[in-house]
């Protein structure tokens, strides 16, 4: 974890690779990126978080990909605590499970916009 002020970065550790029923999913060009991992893993906790906690996070990408909490001026400890309690209920669904998830989400979507 890092960060300064309001503003946290939460560094997911994804493991060495995607399972395979997300690399079948993704894109070909896609799955040329170096942080693609990393970029997925993070956007399935964030949709998961959004959709299951209405929590809503970003991820910020300068050398590394960051988990961005970015609460409000005025949260306190139970603001904090209802955070936390979220992305463990999110976390604990596992690395396979909530990439598996996001990118067949993300699938259904774009090929419900065609």
């Given at each position: 974890?890092?960060?300064?002020?309001?503003?946290?970065?939460?560094?997911?550790?994804?493991?060495?690779?995607?399972?395979?029923?997300?690399?079948?999913?993704?894109?070909?060009?896609?799955?040329?990126?170096?942080?693609?991992?990393?970029?997925?893993?993070?956007?399935?906790?964030?949709?998961?978080?959004?959709?299951?906690?209405?929590?809503?996070?970003?991820?910020?990408?300068?050398?590394?990909?960051?988990?961005?909490?970015?609460?409000?001026?005025?949260?306190?400890?139970?603001?904090?605590?209802?955070?936390?309690?979220?992305?463990?209920?999110?976390?604990?669904?596992?690395?396979?499970?909530?990439?598996?998830?996001?990118?067949?989400?993300?699938?259904s979507a774009a090929k419900a916009v065609r």
């Amino acid at each position: 974890m890092a960060g300064r002020g309001a503003l946290h970065g939460v560094y997911l550790r994804q493991g060495p690779t995607l399972p395979k029923a997300v690399r079948d999913l993704i894109p070909l060009s896609l799955a040329k990126d170096p942080q693609v991992t990393a970029k997925l893993l993070t956007g399935a906790v964030i949709a998961a978080l959004y959709r299951d906690h209405n929590i809503l996070t970003f991820f910020g990408s300068n050398q590394r990909i960051a988990l961005i909490v970015s609460p409000p001026l005025v949260a306190g400890e139970e603001e904090v605590q209802i955070f936390l309690r979220a992305l463990d209920d999110v976390l604990s669904r596992g690395v396979r499970r909530l990439l598996t998830d996001f990118v067949r989400e993300k699938v259904s979507a774009a090929k419900a916009v065609r």
